[in-house]
């Protein structure tokens, strides 16, 4: 049996000239071995066994409309049974083509034109042009950095939940892009909140299968029945086993009314389900990818570790704990940089190619974001090349 051991993950992998964004053209200035820590895809190969449900896939040589069947469901609900305690209803479940499809419906369902949307910044930038361009208000409450640590700012939410037009709180558990996992205290207040001024929930747990012991994922809909019937959850196999290049995701929405609502929404979009080679990768990745999935967050351990010493507490580049996802969310702001000569350092300096922290929305000023799910001796490099830079060597 293959072992996923740092042996499986260390073996360097050629990207260039595959299609892949990652390794496309990179910002102007980049130098020509720029190394691209930037969107949330891995440098590791899926697990075998994706692959190989490819190829039997493509060996039927007929590529018709494909039905997600119970089979896969019931691997799913074991899948979030075993690792969230949480056995969603197979018919709670949406079969969509990405998270970002699934908000989009979801925010379109839940909402009229002008009412309000709230989420918390920095975050996943997607999420406000989604609101924009659906022609929904955008309403932020901040993020506090206490310590290291982000936080809510509890009385900040409800004073905009308790706005007439705010009618939905689009949630990012675990939090992309500062790596908090959230608690369940801090989930049931926020549900609490929500509750209290009838707003529903949508939360993104698309990061909810890469979270780093001690750390668990609490899928928000498992807190109670009361927040399960508030909210809409857009989950997702294309973080865990590094397959986004093939569209499949779910949405979960155990209240009748809201699914019924978002599936017509889905409709009225045209939106389609899934693909022959998305329903095989899928079903092979919960089925057999659990023992990969294990190696993977041992190593992405290892590589926090090395960002942990390398940019410590109190230096100029200071790591924040990245308690889920892969993606490091580096302090900055020791280095006195405005965000344009911080983006020169690190791309043209450095030769580091990472998203800039103000591409997060409010509160992203002075940081930046890096994928760390690569081969270490890439990392190793990335974080020699940034250390120089900064002067930190
Ligand atoms: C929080 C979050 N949601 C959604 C997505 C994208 O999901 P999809 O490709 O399924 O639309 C990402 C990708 O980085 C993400 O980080």
Excluded at 67 to 89: C, F, H, I, K, Q
Excluded at 208 to 216: C, G, T
Excluded at 253 to 268: G, H, K, N, Y
């Amino acid at each position: 049996m293959e072992r996923f051991d740092s042996t499986f993950f260390d073996a360097p992998q050629d990207r260039r000239g595959t299609g892949s964004i990652k390794y496309g053209t990179p910002p102007a200035g980049a130098p020509a071995d720029v190394i691209p820590l930037w969107v949330a895809d891995m440098d590791f190969p899926s697990p075998p066994p994706v692959a190989q449900a490819l190829r039997r896939a493509a060996d039927q040589r007929i590529f018709g409309y494909t039905a997600v069947d119970n089979g896969y469901w019931e691997t799913l609900r074991a899948w979030y049974s075993r690792r969230m305690g949480w056995a969603p209803e197979a018919d709670w479940l949406l079969p969509i083509p990405g998270v970002l499809a699934g908000v989009s419906a979801a925010v379109r369902a839940l909402t009229a034109p002008g009412e309000a949307v709230l989420l918390c910044q920095p975050v996943y930038y997607p999420f406000a042009r989604i609101i924009t361009g659906c022609g929904r208000t955008l309403r932020v409450s901040p993020l506090h950095l206490e310590g290291v640590r982000y936080v809510f700012d509890f009385d900040d939410i409800e004073k905009q939940l308790s706005r007439e037009d705010c009618k939905v709180f689009l949630l990012c558990s675990p939090h992309n892009p500062v790596a908090r996992v959230w608690t369940r205290e801090e989930l049931e207040k926020l549900a609490e909140l929500c509750l209290r001024h009838g707003v529903t929930l949508l939360s993104d747990e698309i990061h909810a299968d890469l979270v780093h012991a001690p750390h668990r994922h609490v899928p928000l809909s498992s807190l109670s029945p009361e927040a399960a019937a508030r909210s809409v959850t857009a989950m997702a196999p294309t973080k865990t086993f590094n397959m986004a290049g093939l569209p499949c995701a779910h949405l979960i929405v155990p209240d009748p009314d809201l699914r019924r609502r978002i599936s017509a929404m889905c409709w009225a979009s045209g939106q389609g389900g899934w693909g022959v080679a998305s329903l095989a990768a899928a079903r092979a990745a919960y089925g057999q990818g659990e023992a990969w999935l294990e190696g993977l967050l041992a190593y992405l351990r290892d590589n926090r570790e090395l960002l942990y010493r390398s940019f410590p507490a109190g230096a100029p580049i200071a790591c924040l704990p990245v308690e889920g996802t892969y993606l490091a969310w580096l302090d900055c702001r020791g280095l006195g940089l405005d965000d344009e000569a911080l983006h020169d350092l690190f791309l043209k300096k450095a030769g580091v190619w990472l998203d800039d922290g103000t591409m997060f929305g409010a509160g992203g000023e002075g940081f930046m974001r890096l994928n760390f799910a690569c081969q270490r001796a890439t990392l190793a490099e990335a974080v020699r090349r940034i250390r120089t830079a900064a002067g930190m060597a």
